[in-house]
């Protein structure tokens, strides 16, 4: 099973914060898990966020 991990750029207050963010989804193949980290990371855009990296990691 494949984890997904995503790391995100955080605006507060002036100055950026990195995140890093684990989804507690498991996904049997690498490509679903990094399509779905894609889809999420679309969602998670803003202003204020910026995804740096997607991260996959077998289990």
Do not use: H, P, R, W
């Not at 690498?30 to 999420?40: N, P, R, S, T, V």
């Not at 998670?44 to 990691?57: A, P």
Request: proline content about 0%; charged content about 20%; hydrophobic content about 35%.
């Amino acid at each position: 099973m494949y984890e997904l991990t995503i790391i995100l750029g955080l605006m507060l207050g002036g100055s950026q914060t990195i995140a890093e963010t684990e989804v507690n989804k498991q996904f049997a193949s690498m490509a679903e898990c990094e399509q779905q980290g894609q889809a999420l990371s679309t969602k998670l855009q803003s202003t204020d966020i910026k995804t740096i990296q997607i991260q996959c990691e077998f289990d």
